[in-house]
T-cell receptor, first 113, second 113 residues
Framework: AQSVTQLGSHVSVSEGALVLLRCNYS??????LFWYVQYPNQGLQLLLK??????LVKGINGFEAEFKKSETSFHLTKPSAHMSDAAEYFC???????????FGAGTTVTVRA | DAGITQSPRYKITETGRQVTLMCHQT?????MFWYRQDLGHGLRLIYY???????DKGEVPDGYVVSRSKTENFPLTLESATRSQTSVYFC????????????FGPGTRLTVT
């Protein structure tokens, strides 16, 4: 079954600094990969998705992710962190033959002024 | 409003009581999902449904019951609540003709005393 691993449960960055969240996947077939963001006391919101159309995927709020098949990675980046980026981020992969997703454990981002 | 809603948003109940969490979506998505979110465990799938009257177990189904008589509704019932079921519960939906992304409701915070 497909799965994802998020490296680092917590990331702290300064405002204006690069945000880099790591996600590695295991999949025997071309994967469908997703990044979600969860703000406090809210549901998960789709940031971006990879569906094999392009290896560099641009999402909302200035985030982007690059699919690297050779590294089985789908890392999320944002060039300049903003205070509003403080949230929890989840990487997910389509799991199995149906419409289920398998989620990583999540990475909490803190932004320092 | 269009989208996916959950009710109640907060619920406190006693051990042994039956509790039903409601989920309603206005998109006519075929797939619907129930997750629980606990610190240290990320998101875990409880049950999912591919269409009305079709449901299947996820990763942690014990102690929960679901039904889906209408496409737009997917209630989750805790037949006899236990303290270990204290959690935040999220409902999500996905369309058959999409690219497997799921859309989440705002969540229900359930406390079992």
């Amino acid at each position: 079954a497909q799965s994802v691993t998020q490296l680092g449960s917590h990331v702290s960055v300064s405002e204006g600094a690069l945000v880099l969240l790591r996600c590695n996947y295991s999949s025997s077939v071309p994967p469908y990969l997703f990044w979600y963001v969860q703000y406090p006391n809210q549901g998960l919101q789709l940031l971006l998705k990879y569906t094999s159309a392009a290896t560099l995927v641009k999402g909302i709020n200035g985030f982007e992710a690059e699919f690297k098949k050779s590294e089985t990675s789908f890392h999320l980046t944002k060039p300049s962190a903003h205070m509003s980026d403080a949230a929890e981020y989840f990487c997910a992969v389509k799991s199995g033959d149906d419409y289920k997703l398998s989620f990583g454990a999540g990475t909490t981002v803190t932004v320092r002024a | 409003d269009a989208g996916i809603t959950q009710s109640p948003r907060y619920k406190i109940t006693e051990t042994g009581r039956q509790v039903t969490l409601m989920c309603h979506q206005t998109w006519s998505h075929s797939y619907m999902f129930w997750y629980r979110q606990d610190l240290g465990h990320g998101l875990r799938l409880i049950y999912y449904s591919a269409a009305a009257d079709i449901t299947d177990k996820g990763e942690v189904p014990d102690g929960y019951v679901v039904s889906r008589s209408k496409t737009e509704n997917f209630p989750l019932t805790l037949e006899s609540a236990t303290r270990s079921q204290t959690s935040v519960y999220f409902c999500a939906s996905s369309e058959v003709w999409g690219q497997y992304e799921q859309y989440f409701g705002p969540g229900t915070r359930l406390t079992v005393t």
